[in-house]
């Protein structure tokens, strides 16, 4: 079993508690970038999170901010578990390669736009 499986099998977080600890985290980056207050509630009122059978999606506004994946599986070729998160390659889709988790304590493999380049 690989440490990443063995990390996301032993997590002390579920999966939804995951996502709001993202979302959370998101609103805080765009609140450090913005300073304007109606900006930043109109931008906390229009994140959403749409679930589907392999992935759940971050839409803001009307953008997709990414994906984050509902269990282990794979993606043209290269594995992926629970809570990895994607950025998204188009409205319907994830892009190729992880960028992070959503069970990782770390903050700075995504930004308020989205996930980073690795």
């Keep these: 079993m690989s440490m990443e499986t063995q990390l996301n099998k032993d997590s002390t977080i579920d999966f939804w508690e995951g996502v709001d600890n993202l979302l959370s985290n998101i609103k805080k980056d765009y609140a450090k970038w913005s300073n304007r207050a109606e900006s930043i509630e109109r931008f906390n009122k229009n994140l959403d999170v749409k679930s589907g059978r ?30 990895d998160v994607f950025m998204a390659a188009s409205w319907s889709a994830p892009a190729r390669h992880v960028r992070g988790s959503i069970f990782d304590t770390e903050t700075n493999w995504f930004s308020w736009t989205g996930p980073n380049y690795r």
């Design 54 to 83: 392999k992935y759940t999606k971050i839409i803001q506004n009307k953008s997709v901010w990414g994906f984050i994946a509902n269990g282990d599986g794979m993606l043209k070729g290269i594995p992926y578990f629970k809570g």
